[in-house]
């Protein structure tokens, strides 16, 4: 199925039979159905003082005691207790985050019949992810995760988090899509929406090159926070008319300005970093958005309309069997995957985005 719940501090949505229709009821799964697998996501800013944060506290007094609580301590850690009745899970994954105002994402996923659960921390301006796997976890009470994301008042949750959301499926976590389902990519037989492009379909790159596609991914999040998708404007950015992109999907950027501040013909720049309300905003639409991507055989700038972006870019991946089972990848053969060793072009960080765009946009 998938998500199920998404809330903030104002209040949130819930639908045991999937988003984004809203408290529906359904008869056929009663009050006490557990979720037997699933993952539970929260995104947040580490506090710049220090401090102790409770990310989420949801305590059970009824039909048997329990709870759930996910908790950054100060000495550099995110703690996790999951308790059913006298029947007590606990974990902790450190973080060496020398910035403590960071935005991370922190899932906590469980798969009570595989006797199997993961919690990970999600660097979001570095691409880092830190996880741990865990003790045998419980099932979630639905009724549980349905308290958690309708009625904030019974629940503790710090006020720097953005947003949480359930899900029960287990999320994939690493390399992830960035394309609308319309961002039409240019082919030898012209424009294809990318949700449209299949394995063995051939792209043009930027260079002029006919390349394979050796995969397609595609991944539903929730479109809140750093989710939260981003259009860009025609004709900006080389744009014959407006796309919507992921905020994580990076643009090949290039120019003499390029050259002259960073010593290289072209960098790649999250769309994020673009928004100025101008050129790039934030869109707003459903609950829930599915993202799209195309894996070549080397890392390279495909054309959304007019605009070089990145193919996805996973790295040494295959070499990780750990990491790509719990990817969006994880079904593609392992030894039909290619290696990217480093992205072809640098990466700016924020700061060097931010400047940029304001660069271009005088």
């Not at 950027?253 to 501040?261: K, L, N, T, W």
């Not at 994880?330 to 060793?341: F, G, I, K, M, Q």
């Amino acid at each position: 199925m998938g998500w199920i719940g998404i809330s903030d501090h104002m209040g949130g949505w819930f639908n045991r039979a999937g988003l984004p229709e809203a408290d529906n009821l359904d008869p056929s799964i009663p009050l006490d159905a557990i979720a037997p697998r699933g993952t539970l996501l929260i995104e947040t800013h580490l506090s710049p003082e220090g401090r102790p944060q409770t990310l989420l506290r949801f305590d059970r007094p009824q039909p048997w005691s329990g709870g759930l609580s996910l908790q950054v301590m100060p000495s550099g850690g995110i703690v996790l207790v999951e308790a059913m009745g006298n029947d007590v899970r606990h974990a902790a994954l450190p973080h060496d985050l020398d910035r403590r105002s960071d935005e991370v994402r922190v899932r906590y996923s469980w798969d009570a019949p595989r006797r199997w659960g993961r919690l990970s921390l999600e660097h979001l301006a570095a691409g880092r992810i830190r996880s741990r796997s865990l003790q045998p976890p419980h099932p979630m009470p639905l009724e549980d995760l349905r308290m958690i994301t309708r009625y904030p008042a019974r629940r503790e949750m710090d006020p720097d988090v953005s947003f949480l959301a359930v899900s029960d499926e287990v999320e994939p976590i690493g390399p992830m899509p960035g394309l609308t389902a319309d961002v039409p990519i240019a082919t030898p037989h012209g424009p294809v929406a990318a949700a449209r492009l299949r394995r063995g379909d051939t792209v043009l790159t930027s260079t002029g090159d006919i390349v394979p596609v050796l995969q397609t991914v595609s991944q539903t999040v929730p479109a809140r926070g750093s989710l939260r998708p981003v259009r860009l404007r025609a004709p900006f950015f080389g744009l014959a008319h407006d796309i919507v992109l992921a905020p994580h999907q990076r643009l090949v950027i290039d120019g003499s300005e390029v050259e002259y501040m960073f010593g290289a013909e072209a960098v790649l720049v999250p769309a994020r970093h673009l928004v100025n309300g101008v050129s790039a905003f934030y869109s707003d639409g459903p609950d829930l958005v599915t993202y799209h991507h195309i894996l070549l055989p080397e890392h390279a700038a495909v054309i959304a309309a007019g605009c070089p972006v990145e193919s996805l870019y996973i790295g040494r991946l295959r070499r990780d069997p750990v990491a790509l089972a719990e990817s969006v990848l994880h079904a593609a053969p392992r030894h039909r995957l290619p290696e990217h060793a480093s992205p072809v072009w640098p990466v700016l960080r924020p700061f060097e985005a931010v400047t940029l765009a304001k660069h271009r946009a005088a």
